[in-house]
């Protein structure tokens, strides 16, 4: 057994929090979703992209993340995934303008569960393409473990488990705020339409840094 006061210092569950705090294609995401489908939809999707990050943490536990570093093609082929899957998301977005204002006027209306099951595994493959979040892990836990440490992995298990917790905590702390916002922008056409826009032209440009992005 390992002791949690031992492994999580206050200079970790600092760095965890400024990180997963700055706004990013899961954070979006969650917000898109609060702000047209409600609470429960941003909740799912909070959900979502936290059970996403869980392949790249498995896969920097089980050195898989190397593989990424080091084959060139391997990393190519995730990283378009990834790019062509942001696309299609910004895509739907701009061609469904205006479809949530016209379809949900009751603003109580909630997503239905198959809804929100889409919208979960929608997030989690957001995170499970983005081939850089394997590379974060595998530079970012180790640096929070002592070198002489025979407990490495269940001390990494651990980081990780609170990462993602952090994680779906700010997740829905971000959705639930930006849900009291959903009737002020279901109430006018214009600014849904607006809003729908913005979300894709984020997801697009999230898209273009995914693809410009090395290893």
């Not at 429960?40 to 392949?55: E, L, N």
């Not at 056409?189 to 997801?203: L, V």
């Amino acid at each position: 057994m390992i002791d949690p006061s031992d492994t999580l210092s206050l200079e970790f569950l600092t760095t965890a929090l400024v990180v997963v705090l700055i706004p990013g294609t899961g954070v979006i995401y969650t917000l898109t979703n609060a702000i047209l489908y409600g609470g429960r939809a941003s909740v799912a999707a909070a959900v979502g992209c936290t059970f996403g990050i869980i392949p790249h943490v498995l896969a920097s536990l089980l050195g898989l993340a190397a593989l990424l570093h080091t084959s060139a093609l391997a990393f190519q082929l995730i990283k378009l995934l990834g790019v062509l899957y942001l696309l299609y998301l910004a895509w739907g977005l701009w061609r469904e303008t205006s479809a949530v204002t016209l379809q949900k006027t009751d603003y109580q209306t909630e997503p239905s569960w198959h809804e929100l099951a889409v919208i979960a595994v929608r997030g989690a493959v957001i995170n499970i393409l983005n081939p850089k979040l394997s590379l974060f892990f595998l530079a970012f836990l180790p640096q929070f473990i002592p070198a002489a440490a025979t407990d490495a992995m269940l001390r990494m298990s651990l980081l990780s488990a609170v990462f993602m917790l952090l994680t779906l905590v700010v997740f829905i702390g971000y959705g639930l705020g930006a849900n009291t916002m959903r009737k002020y922008v279901l109430s006018s056409k214009r600014i849904t339409c607006w809003m729908q826009r913005t979300f894709a032209g984020i997801f697009a440009g999230f898209a273009v840094k995914l693809a410009l992005t090395e290893r």
